[in-house]
């Protein structure tokens, strides 16, 4: 096995059906890489070095074209390269230093420390059986035999990657690893914002989001289970960032900046994502008092318009975050954006309690 290719291969069990879709597209995928990569090197005298094209003679330089990508690289994105870049690195080392320390090649030590069993025929069976309808949908119910090699191949990838995270794992524990690269942060102030969990947790997790926004409320399973599995020991905030081509956006986000002011946001919050087709005035109105709000209360801040100066803030506050959609998360400063899984908000907050760093959000914020 190529130790380096398999650690392209998604982790984790529970991301097999998506394993097996991807596979389902390779076919389609190779060839035009292959097409892109091989058209025409030019024709004529070599270029000068680090020229990458001419136009009627005007150079291109690799420096100009890193630069022209850096622009378009966030300080979070640059992080993720150069940090898996890094891991790359730091793995491939270990492994070729306990190859040649057991006086063995990397193919050959690899062999000898990873259970490379076959996949059988009854573990593709089941495995087709719990995510049938799945498959099925996506092949045209389609018979197990038909889809067997894919699954197959799918599975048995994902036992080699499985394997070789924990020999990795097994490495770095008896080497002397330090890693200091830092992740990229930014402080987002979070006063005077609805939150729970712990006001003193170690992670703070800040949202920028709109009750509008469908990728929102596809997030919120992912929300309220890093929510409840935390509890105390992080602090989840929630900043509005109304998009502007969602016509109910702002009237949403004033609704809940109103129940936030009878100490009821979480509970609005949670009402306004379970039915997102209930955001325009009257509807809002509605729920205020469906959720047991004070309707004079309520409709009093709701119609003169009172939060809006604090929701254009912490708008204000997101495009200068470089926040341009919704949701975008801040875990302890480190940017998170989209409807991301669980274990991709537990990796960073695990990290971060580990660290035990305090909170730049905590920092800024006037709580």
């Not at 090649?105 to 996949?119: F, I, N, P, W």
């Not at 994902?158 to 394997?163: A, L, M, R």
């Amino acid at each position: 096995m190529n130790y380096k290719a398999a650690r392209l291969i998604g982790a984790g069990r529970r991301k097999m059906y998506a394993a097996f879709g991807a596979l389902a597209f390779s076919a389609v995928a190779i060839p035009g890489m292959i097409v892109a990569t091989a058209w025409g090197a030019p024709s004529g005298p070599a270029p000068a070095a680090g020229v990458m094209a001419t136009v009627n003679g005007r150079q291109f330089t690799q420096q100009q074209v890193d630069d022209a990508v850096l622009k378009n690289v966030s300080p979070s994105q640059l992080y993720d390269l150069r940090k898996q870049a890094l891991d790359e690195m730091i793995d491939d080392y270990l492994i070729d230093q306990a190859a040649k320390k057991a006086g063995l090649s990397t193919d050959k030590y690899l062999a000898r420390e990873m259970d490379h069993g076959q996949v059988t025929d009854a573990e593709a069976r089941q495995f087709f059986e719990q995510h049938k309808q799945a498959i099925e949908s996506q092949t045209k119910n389609a018979p197990f035999e038909q889809v067997k090699g894919r699954i197959v191949a799918v599975l048995q990838r994902q036992d080699e990657k499985e394997q070789h995270d924990a020999l990795i794992k097994k490495l770095r524990a008896e080497n002397q690893v330090s890693v200091m690269l830092q992740p990229a942060r930014v402080a987002v102030a979070t006063g005077g914002a609805p939150w729970s969990g712990g006001a003193a947790a170690p992670v703070t997790v800040v949202e920028f989001s709109d009750f509008q926004c469908p990728y929102c409320r596809a997030a919120e399973s992912t929300v309220k289970q890093i929510r409840q599995t935390y509890g105390d020991k992080i602090k989840f905030v929630y900043l509005n960032f109304p998009l502007s081509f969602h016509d109910h956006a702002l009237d949403a986000a004033r609704a809940g900046a109103c129940a936030a002011q009878q100490d009821k946001f979480w509970q609005y919050h949670d009402a306004l994502f379970a039915d997102q087709t209930k955001l325009a005035d009257n509807d809002l109105k509605a729920t205020a008092a469906k959720i047991g709000l004070d309707k004079q209360k309520f409709d009093t801040c709701f119609n003169a318009k009172k939060p809006d100066a604090m929701i254009k803030s912490q708008q204000a506050q997101g495009d200068a975050l470089g926040v341009t959609g919704t949701p975008t998360f801040f875990i302890n400063g480190r940017e998170l954006v989209g409807a991301q899984p669980p274990d991709k908000f537990s990796e960073i907050i695990n990290e971060e309690m580990a660290s035990a760093k305090p909170s730049r959000e905590q920092q800024a914020s006037n709580d």
